[in-house]
């Protein structure tokens, strides 16, 4: 098989696994991550089969989203295998979706290849901006969060299981526990220059809210 065909085969099935998904981690989600680690990859020397292969299976398994994240792991180790990559490509694409995510920096931050820091951007810029701030607000209401209690801080030094709780997050308070420190966790220069226009609009939107929960304006 071709590169091309490969890349046609995980791309449906990432399709088939997450179109289902309903906490802003569905299929549209995965094709904007798809055309940003694109972009980065025209900056970037990255291998680009392993890159985009990682891209579309990202949250395949994510143990956020399914209950055997293992099992998952074992299902995408066989796709692949019955796409002729090797070990060694297999290995890495498991590498990178298993240790992109923001919670597991939170604890021993693993080391990632340039792909999967392509990827781990990719997946982070589609966390902020405009696109960041309905996610965000997609997934508390999936999960029946509060959308702001100025009683309730914003958590500092969180371990994943703490992180993972949210029973102690609002939607708003998501923002300062993770995505406002998004952008200066970016490894690639041309991800870091994206974010820095998009955590502005995040900035100038939590000003809004505030003041207008307020009734300031």
Same mark, same amino acid.
């Given at each position: 098989?071709t ?14 696994k997450?179109k289902? %998904?309903t906490t802003?981690?569905?299929f549209d989600h ?6 940003t ?17 990682a ?7 994510? %143990?956020k989203?399914?209950?055997?994240p293992d ?16 070990d060694?490509?297999i ?5 990178i979706?298993?240790n ?8 021993n931050?693993?080391k ?10 990719s %997946?982070?810029l ?5 696109i960041?701030i309905?996610r965000?607000?997609y997934y508390g209401?999936?999960?029946?969060e509060t ?6 801080k914003?958590?500092?030094k ?5 992180y993972?709780n ?5 939607i708003?308070?998501?923002f300062?526990?993770k995505?406002l420190?998004?952008t ?5 220069p ?10 502005q609009?995040m900035?100038?939107?939590?000003d809004?809210?505030?003041a ?5 304006k």
């Amino acid at each position: 098989m071709t590169d091309e065909e490969k890349l046609n085969a995980i791309r449906e099935y990432s399709f088939n696994k997450m179109k289902q %998904d309903t906490t802003g981690h569905n299929f549209d989600h995965i094709q904007r991550v798809i055309k940003t680690a694109k972009r980065i990859l025209k900056e970037e020397p990255a291998d680009h089969l392993i890159t985009l292969a990682a891209a579309y299976l990202h949250d395949v398994a994510d %143990d956020k989203l399914v209950s055997d994240p293992d099992k998952l792991e074992k299902e995408i180790h066989n796709f692949l295998k019955s796409l002729e990559m090797t070990d060694e490509q297999i290995n890495e694409i498991l590498y990178i979706t298993h240790n992109l995510s923001f919670s597991k920096s939170l604890d021993n931050p693993p080391k990632l290849s340039l792909a999967g820091q392509i990827v781990q951007d990719s %997946d982070r810029l589609d966390a902020i901006g405009a696109i960041g701030i309905v996610r965000a607000v997609y997934y508390g209401g999936n999960n029946s969060e509060t959308i702001y209690d100025p009683a309730i801080k914003p958590r500092e030094k969180m371990t994943k299981a703490e992180y993972r709780n949210l029973n102690d997050e609002t939607i708003i308070n998501h923002f300062y526990e993770k995505l406002l420190k998004l952008t200066a966790m970016m490894n690639t220069p041309t991800a870091k220059k994206i974010a820095q226009g998009r955590h502005q609009y995040m900035l100038d939107f939590l000003d809004e809210f505030k003041a207008e929960w307020d009734a300031n304006k």
